[in-house]
């Protein structure tokens, strides 16, 4: 059996996700896949972009959303950040989409090519 990670190892972990992927994005459920509703309009968004982006599934250990929770101080999932930066959640990413203010923030933080 898996033994969870603790609060302070999975904080430690989010620092890494956010600093190593331009989007990302904790979710209920996996990429793809989603769980609820509001993780699969988030996943939804940037697959019609055909922006790359990676999912951890908070569900996957129990303290993933204490620690993504407290990291932000922003109650509820999906969790998205961009070039390593807290957006927000399905509703602020929904209306920056809609009014094209997702795709310029997605252009400008985009990482150099090397």
């Known amino acids: 059996m898996n033994e969870s990670r603790s609060v302070e190892e999975w904080t430690e972990q989010v620092k890494r996700d956010i600093a190593e992927n331009h989007v990302f994005v904790y979710a209920k459920g996996e990429k793809n896949a989603a769980l609820c509703g509001f993780s699969h309009r988030v996943m939804e968004i940037f697959n019609h972009l055909g922006v790359p982006y990676e999912v951890r599934n908070i569900f996957s250990d129990p303290n993933i959303r204490p620690a993504i929770c ?41 990482p150099e090519e090397a």
């Open 70 to 110: 407290a990291f932000t101080h922003w109650p509820t999932t999906p969790q998205v950040f961009i070039g390593g930066k807290f957006v927000g959640g399905c509703d602020i990413l929904t209306e920056m989409y809609e009014t094209g203010e997702l795709k310029r923030l997605l252009q400008a933080s985009k």
